[in-house]
């Protein structure tokens, strides 16, 4: 009907608006979408962008950080060295009696160096605080320098250096009066057997070989062999206490390279003692090895490289490469070492160590500290370097672990072989040096270069990563921080005068009088030129005269020292303490 078609017409045309209408809508969606999609990924682009400019101001600020501590670092540096080098000058003109600021102003008004005296930099005060701050500092340094300099030029100009000219004019006068008083009398003499003109030719002649004579050293060089010949005979003295061995793996033993009249006093004893299996067994509760010991006499090779490679071949000899440890023993002059330093050892490994050592001098250790410590350097570094040459023939899984040790003039041998304290932890499983001599150059690198706050009679070097300087086992876990595998220990006692000696004591007070006291040096000890010089030169004769832990006096330390420097599988602190009435220093 026309009715039902007007309604179907009528359905059909709302139908085709309602369908543009959504396909309309769903492009309306798309385009949404796509704008959505487009802010979030600009979002998260912006997002990365901030991020990464976070991250590069934190880097920025981290290395402006480091900056101003490096310059924190120079200019305190700086400013250290300018107070010590003014300190000096302030006090010499302050004790002549002259007015420094009067002198100096009087050097800056007639001023005529090269481009004009230094004068203070000019700098703003804007900007960040820090750098002003920096600037200012660097203009007191420039001031400082600048009065040095003008300190320089009032030394030249006043007569402080005539009392020394007049004294070294008089000392030549007295020396060529002298010289000219010989060749007289000796002219003298030969005219009563020679012709005038023979007897003062030959007079002329004698008088000058005398003194190149003098002067080359020749006189030096036989008072030294007078003083070897003299400690000599007491090189070849058999103490009670010792025998030549029955053993093989002792040198002076059966089928040893060297004899037992080789090895010397100190050799000797050596070789005799030590504890043997039934102790090591009884100790340890369990069967012991025999320990080695190796040691080479002065007398027994042409010079001291050659003894050093006799030394390496006897352990060799002995089966050393084969034992868990070798120990290599930097003596004293005359051959000593300390005898707990070398027993410790043997009963930390139950016997499986092999020590070796060598004699370079018939000197006892104080003479020999004198006039002969370049024997000791030779020494202690051809020793290490022929023995470091055996054991890298191994095969690095069988190498056994390395160790080095001395004391006194032992340790400045023991030193000789390296430049550095890394590198001795880097050629060594473990080194330990007890009663450092004022020669000992890594150990005064290494104090020189302590750690802020330190104190000079027991540093902090480096925050102990390597390295810790003891007076007593409780200084081991000094400072509190992580410690490398291969470790090093200076033993000293502040109250020990081979260590604190040197001829600066003269004239220059040291750190370890400005500082707080070391524990066993009283407080009431000042320095005072030349008197403390004379003070501590005195001590040193009786330094080992005293009791255990203290002056030259090591023992109970070590054992600790070594625990510490090696942790030894299966060994305790309980077993330390049983241990220690075990050890003694000699015999």
Do not use: C
Request: glycine residues 8%; hydrophobic residues 45%.
């Amino acid at each position: 009907t026309r009715q039902q078609l007007a309604e179907a017409q009528a359905q059909v045309s709302g139908a085709l608006p309602r369908a543009a209408r959504a396909e309309e809508m769903s492009a309306a969606l798309d385009v949404l979408s796509g704008e959505l999609k487009s802010a979030a990924a600009e979002r998260t682009a912006a997002t990365l962008r901030a991020d990464q400019a976070v991250r590069t101001a934190e880097a920025m600020a981290a290395e402006r950080d480091a900056m101003i501590a490096r310059n924190e670092e120079i200019f305190a540096q700086l400013e250290e060295a300018v107070e010590a080098s003014v300190k000096p000058l302030d006090e010499m003109f302050q004790n002549v009696g002259v007015d420094g600021d009067k002198l100096l102003e009087t050097v800056r008004q007639g001023y005529e160096g090269t481009g004009g005296p230094l004068t203070p930099m000019g700098y703003s005060s804007r900007g960040n605080a820090a750098i002003s701050e920096s600037e200012a500092r660097a203009n007191e340094v420039v001031v400082s320098l600048g009065k040095i300099n003008n300190y320089r030029i009032a030394v030249s100009k006043l007569p402080l250096a005539m009392p020394v000219y007049v004294l070294v004019f008089v000392l030549l006068m007295v020396i060529g009066q002298a010289w000219a008083s010989l060749v007289t009398w000796l002219v003298r003499q030969l005219r009563k057997i020679a012709p005038p003109r023979v007897a003062a030719v030959a007079g002329l002649l004698v008088v000058a070989l005398v003194t190149v004579f003098i002067l080359n050293g020749v006189v030096a060089k036989y008072s030294m062999k007078a003083l070897n010949s003299t400690f000599a005979s007491a090189n070849d003295e058999v103490r009670p206490n010792t025998a030549p061995p029955t053993s093989g793996l002792r040198s002076g033993g059966p089928g040893s390279l060297v004899t037992w009249e080789s090895l010397g006093r100190e050799g000797r004893v050596i070789v005799s003692n030590g504890p043997d299996i039934a102790k090591l067994s009884e100790f340890n509760q369990q069967p012991a090895m025999e320990p080695i010991r190796a040691f080479v006499g002065l007398g027994s090779g042409d010079n001291l490289r050659a003894n050093a490679q006799l030394a390496a071949d006897e352990l060799v000899r002995a089966g050393g490469l084969k034992r868990k440890v070798i120990a290599i023993g930097s003596t004293t002059g005359s051959g000593w070492l300390n005898k707990a330093t070398i027993d410790s050892l043997e009963y930390m490994y139950n016997g499986d160590v092999a020590t070796v050592a060598m004699q370079y001098s018939y000197l006892p250790s104080w003479i020999s500290f004198i006039v002969d410590k370049e024997r000791a350097r030779q020494a202690g570094a051809s020793l290490f370097e022929a023995v470091d040459a055996k054991v890298r023939e191994l095969p690095e899984a069988e190498r056994p672990k390395l160790l080095v040790f001395g004391e006194s003039l032992g340790s400045f041998g023991a030193e000789a072989a390296f430049g550095t304290v890394p590198t001795v932890t880097a050629r060594t499983d473990g080194a330990l040096l007890s009663g450092p001599t004022f020669s000992n150059t890594l150990w005064n690198d290494a104090t020189a270069g302590r750690d802020k706050g330190s104190p000079q009679w027991l540093p902090i070097y480096n925050n102990g990563r390597q390295v810790r300087f003891i007076a007593d086992e409780k200084d081991l876990d000094r400072p509190d921080a992580p410690w490398d595998y291969s470790r090093m220990v200076y033993l000293q006692h502040a109250s020990d005068p081979i260590a604190w000696w040197s001829p600066q004591l003269i004239l220059r007070e040291p750190d370890w009088l400005k500082e707080q006291r070391g524990r066993d040096v009283i407080s009431a000890t000042h320095w005072i030129p030349f008197v403390t010089f004379l003070q501590v030169s005195a001590d040193m004769a009786v330094s080992v005269n005293v009791p255990d832990g203290h002056g030259h006096n090591y023992q109970s330390a070590i054992p600790y020292a070594w625990a510490r420097i090696l942790q030894p599988p299966g060994w305790t602190d309980e077993k330390t303490q049983q241990l220690e009435p075990r050890l003694h220093r000699d015999g």
